[in-house]
């Protein structure tokens, strides 16, 4: 997968917002201001870091050497996954468990916004 197919995926999903809130390299993509993914513009191999839940993050990093605790982030919930060498499959599951994982954690409010657009 590349960097369009990603965006292009993640734009898709409701109330996705991209933009930069850091600096230039590290597109970030939100659901109701909140961050469910983050990829890195300036990095080769491709990579993106995800939320998933704590005990799926243990499975993912056991069973792939591209999936691993993520920088600068809460590593219990964050992972970093570098694209190379992953189904694609596998990397749309975990852009949709993110973002479900954001979006579940959302206000009631937040959510009928979302859901409204």
């Not at 590349?2 to 933009?19: F, M, N, W």
């Not at 050497?65 to 992953?86: C, F, R, S």
């Amino acid at each position: 997968m590349d960097i369009e197919t990603i965006r292009a995926y993640c734009l898709e999903k409701k109330g996705v917002t991209e933009s930069f809130p850091f600096h230039d390299e590290t597109l970030v993509f939100k659901v109701s201001e909140k961050i469910f993914m983050l990829i890195f513009l300036d990095r080769i191999p491709l990579a993106f870091n995800v939320k998933t839940n704590p005990e799926w993050s243990e499975v993912l990093r056991e069973q792939y050497p591209q999936i691993y605790g993520a920088y600068h982030m809460n590593k219990k919930h964050w992972n970093t996954v570098v694209v190379e060498g992953l189904p694609k499959s596998l990397l749309l599951e975990l852009l949709d468990h993110s973002y479900d994982l954001v979006f579940s954690k959302l206000t009631k409010k937040q959510k009928e916004e979302v859901l409204s657009l």
